[in-house]
């Protein structure tokens, strides 16, 4: 597995398609995030934005190698394990844009409440951030994996598919990543650092049970 997590990531960063929704998270991020505003919507604000990014960051992992180049990984790893590389590299990769987003709107943040009234501890403010992102990251995967190839072959068909469910994602009741951004919200308004505990294990098991069923449909279809 370490010989395809290698592989998979040089294949990534020799790809360069990783840039256009690194670049699109910087502008979402120098656009929307300022110094001097409350930390926790600010952390908030930025690890929304991993959730798209970690969707797409799987699409482009899942759709890196052309079919012959998949055929002879498949063949020499097994089809699974291949496409688990694939979806790992593409979660850590999320994982660390959104650990470096943390650290930096961390520090250009103002560490108060949403009225600028109460101050917020940065050390742990920042340990939530971290722990939202990582929702978000982990929920990004699991859309991108139900939303790519082996399941959605078809960029007409993925690509929709893919916006939508990472939309829902965002608003709909009951996700860990709505969950955990409420949590920020509210913990700025009243000048309090949550510990979004239960949407992390919420997210943990949705991306957990998505890669599975991506990994298992891998391994019955053909590239």
């Known amino acids: 597995m370490t010989a395809l997590l290698?592989?998979?990531t040089s294949l990534?960063?020799?790809?360069?398609?990783w840039l256009p929704p690194f670049v699109l998270y910087a502008a979402f991020l120098g656009i929307g995030v300022q110094s001097g505003q409350p930390v926790l919507d600010s952390l908030g604000y930025?690890?929304?934005?991993?959730?798209?990014?970690?969707?797409?960051?799987?699409?482009v992992c899942a759709t890196n190698e052309p079919p012959a180049a998949r055929g002879c990984t498949s063949a020499a790893a097994g089809?699974?394990?291949?496409?688990?590389?694939?979806?790992?590299?593409?979660?850590?990769?999320a994982v660390l844009i959104g650990a470096a987003a943390t650290l930096v709107v961390?520090?250009?943040?103002?560490?108060?409440?949403?009225?600028?009234?109460?101050r917020v501890p940065v050390l742990a403010a920042a340990g939530a951030g971290l722990l939202v992102a990582l929702v978000c990251a982990l929920i990004g995967t699991a859309v991108g994996a139900l939303t790519t190839w082996p399941l959605l072959r078809t960029p007409g068909r993925a690509v929709p598919a893919l916006l939508?469910?990472?939309?829902?994602?965002?608003?709909?009741?009951?996700?860990?990543?709505r969950a955990a951004l409420?949590?920020?919200?509210?913990?700025?308004r009243t000048?309090?650092?949550?510990?979004?505990?239960?949407?992390?294990?919420?997210?943990?098991?949705?991306?957990?049970?998505?890669?599975?069923a991506a990994c298992a449909l891998t391994s019955r279809r053909s590239p």
């Open 6 to 8: 290698r592989y998979q």
């Open 191 to 212: 000048g309090t650092v949550p510990a979004p505990l239960l949407p992390l294990a919420g997210a943990t098991l949705l991306a957990a049970a998505a890669v599975a």
């Open 182 to 188: 409420t949590d920020l919200v509210s913990g700025s």
């Open 12 to 17: 990534l960063l020799r790809s360069q398609r």
């Open 46 to 59: 930025a690890a929304a934005a991993v959730l798209p990014v970690a969707a797409w960051l799987v699409r």
């Open 106 to 118: 961390t520090l250009i943040s103002d560490p108060t409440s949403t009225d600028h009234q109460k």
């Open 79 to 93: 089809p699974g394990r291949a496409h688990l590389a694939c979806l790992l590299v593409a979660l850590a990769t």
């Open 164 to 177: 939508l469910v990472v939309l829902l994602a965002l608003v709909a009741p009951g996700s860990p990543a």
